[in-house]
């Protein structure tokens, strides 16, 4: 399967019931093919322990990476921590440092600490936590036999958040030899969904590239964008090649929309 195959899991009712849009695999995906791995597969599949548990252990014998995302909560159906601990074969313990993540959490917002939000430190032993500076749930970092599994929560923010800031150096320092580019720009006078248009249109056209627009709010009344364009490749010389054919055609795009660009 290759030296660096990736699964995604995305785990919950909701996503696969089809309340929630499953935003989560693209991210994950588009960020591990950036990356150089071969992601394999992306799986949504309801809190169910024995289900979960069953899919992982069909994907770990040719994982280098697998992560999840989802179920880590605390309420009663939050039950990823417990189905990575089953597949694995180790047993659930109360996590020291991820519960005084917890702990600090609802202290600083005056909350109790209930035996519901206890679970959240309860990791497969072994289990690094991973520091979640948006929400409460801690995600989880494990490594057997050469294989890095990670469980982050299921809110967009909240994971992403967390793999740029921890997983996806953790992921750079194992993984395949890239070269990367970066760019970033303004654009003005154009609304986040005129970007998003042109930009869903390019990537189509362009392998392992990342590109995200963040709103910086008006100016003179018109909305202000900043772009981030990121590259990569197994060459330096190609990974500039790519990324400056890609910002000119965003510009492009944009100016087309009516955007002016910086």
Same mark, same amino acid.
């Given at each position: 399967?290759?030296?660096?195959?990736?699964?995604?899991?995305?785990?919950?009712?909701?996503?696969?019931?089809?309340?929630? @849009?499953?935003?989560?695999?693209?991210?994950?995906?588009?960020?591990?093919?950036?990356?150089?791995?071969?992601?394999? $597969?992306?799986?949504?599949?309801?809190?169910?322990?024995?289900?979960?548990? #069953? +899919?992982?252990?069909?994907?770990?014998?040719?994982?280098?990476?697998?992560?999840?995302?989802?179920?880590?909560?605390?309420?009663?159906?939050?039950?990823?921590?417990?189905? *990575?601990?089953?597949?694995?074969? %180790?047993?659930?313990?109360?996590?020291?440092?991820?519960?005084?993540?917890?702990?600090?959490?609802?202290?600083?917002?005056?909350?109790?600490?209930?035996?519901?939000?206890?679970?959240?430190?309860?990791?497969?032993?072994?289990? #690094?936590?991973?520091?979640?500076?948006?929400?409460?749930?801690?995600?989880?970092?494990?490594?057997?036999?050469?294989?890095?599994?990670?469980? *982050?929560?299921?809110?967009?923010? &909240?994971?992403?958040?967390?793999?740029?800031?921890?997983?996806?150096?953790?992921?750079?320092?194992?993984?395949?030899? @890239?070269? +990367?580019?970066?760019?970033?720009?303004?654009?003005?006078? %154009?609304?986040?969904?005129?970007?998003?248009?042109?930009?869903?249109?390019?990537?189509? #056209?362009?392998?392992?590239?990342?590109?995200?627009?963040?709103?910086?709010?008006?100016? *003179?009344? #018109?909305?202000?964008?900043?772009?981030?364009?990121?590259?990569?490749?197994?060459?330096? &010389?190609?990974?500039?090649?790519?990324?400056?054919?890609?910002?000119?055609?965003?510009? &492009? $795009? +944009?100016?087309?929309? $009516? $955007?002016?660009?910086?």
């Amino acid at each position: 399967m290759g030296e660096y195959a990736a699964w995604i899991f995305t785990i919950g009712n909701e996503v696969v019931h089809g309340r929630v @849009i499953n935003t989560n695999s693209a991210f994950l995906g588009r960020k591990l093919v950036l990356l150089g791995y071969d992601v394999l $597969g992306n799986i949504s599949l309801i809190d169910d322990v024995d289900l979960i548990s #069953k +899919f992982l252990k069909y994907v770990l014998p040719d994982s280098k990476v697998i992560i999840t995302t989802g179920g880590l909560g605390p309420t009663y159906d939050d039950r990823t921590s417990e189905a *990575l601990a089953n597949a694995l074969g %180790l047993q659930l313990e109360l996590n020291s440092e991820a519960f005084e993540m917890v702990r600090r959490k609802y202290e600083s917002l005056g909350l109790p600490l209930t035996k519901e939000r206890v679970k959240m430190a309860m990791l497969p032993k072994g289990a #690094k936590p991973i520091p979640n500076p948006v929400g409460t749930a801690p995600g989880i970092h494990l490594e057997i036999d050469g294989r890095v599994i990670i469980a *982050l929560p299921g809110v967009p923010k &909240e994971m992403e958040v967390m793999f740029e800031g921890y997983v996806e150096p953790l992921l750079k320092s194992i993984g395949p030899k @890239i070269f +990367f580019a970066e760019r970033e720009f303004e654009v003005r006078n %154009l609304p986040e969904s005129s970007a998003a248009e042109v930009v869903n249109k390019l990537l189509r #056209k362009y392998p392992n590239v990342y590109v995200k627009t963040q709103p910086k709010g008006t100016e *003179l009344g #018109k909305p202000v964008l900043t772009v981030y364009v990121c590259v990569s490749s197994r060459s330096k &010389e190609e990974a500039e090649l790519i990324i400056d054919n890609l910002v000119r055609d965003l510009k &492009e $795009g +944009f100016i087309s929309k $009516g $955007g002016i660009t910086g």
